[in-house]
């Protein structure tokens, strides 16, 4: 059966203060694994899509990398701002669409 | 910036009672979702519209709910006898390349 697992649950980090969210997964083949910010209240937003292991995409302070068994989520010298729940999702090669998604990570940063 | 958006962001119906829920997907996309979220827990997907016709659906998806593309610009989820258990977030996602805009959401609130 499928299965996706973010670590940790929560995460509190100072302003400056770097630090990465896993994202490890189960899936019987992979077509793809993407990372979604949520705030409370709101929709997930896209932040990126990962192919294949060894693929590394970056945006401002957020850098997701993937191998064959999970992904991070690096977040590098992070502001308030930043804070959310982290989403990771997989979707299977025999889906049509249906992502996955993991339980998220609620990260909160302090000035 | 083109997003999805959803009405009514809150909708409070009683137990047994019909309810429709409407999102307006990104304008050219082709591939629709619906998605919901019970308070504290993961997201979860409902079924995938490609089409005009159901490609997937998850086992929540029982014969209570339909969804509709009525025009070509809306897509609905409709629940025709709701129960407490169906109290949620309600998301819609459309997709044209790999990844899927959400809306922000129907909060769904069954007495």
């Known amino acids: 059966e499928d299965q996706v697992t973010q670590s940790p649950e929560a995460l509190r980090l100072q302003e400056g203060e770097s630090s990465s969210l896993n994202c490890s997964y189960t899936v019987s083949g992979l077509r793809g694994l993407f990372w979604y910010r949520q705030d409370p209240g709101k929709g997930p937003e896209f932040l990126f899509t990962l192919y294949s292991a060894g693929e590394e995409k970056e945006k401002e302070r957020l850098k997701a990398t993937l191998t064959k068994k999970e992904s991070f989520l690096h977040i590098t010298a992070p502001k308030p701002e930043d804070s959310a729940t982290y989403l990771c999702?997989?979707?299977?090669?025999?889906?049509?669409?249906?992502?996955?998604f993991g339980a998220g990570t609620q990260v909160v940063v302090t000035p | 910036e083109p997003e999805v958006t959803q009405t009514p962001s809150h909708q409070v119906t009683q137990m047994g009672q019909e309810v429709i829920l409407r999102c307006v997907p990104i304008s050219n996309h082709l591939y629709f979702y619906w998605y919901r979220q019970i308070l504290g827990q993961k997201v979860e997907f409902l079924v995938s519209?490609?089409?005009?016709?159901?490609?997937?659906k998850s086992e929540i998806f029982d014969d209570q709910f339909s969804v509709e593309r009525p025009d070509g610009s809306n897509f609905t989820l409709k629940i025709r006898s709701t129960k407490l258990e169906d109290s949620a977030m309600y998301f819609c996602a459309s997709r044209s390349g790999g990844e899927q805009y959400f809306g922000p959401g129907t909060r769904l609130t069954v007495t």
């Open positions: 999702a997989v979707l299977a090669t025999d889906s049509w669409g249906k992502l996955q």
């Open positions: 519209f490609y089409n005009n016709e159901i490609s997937e």
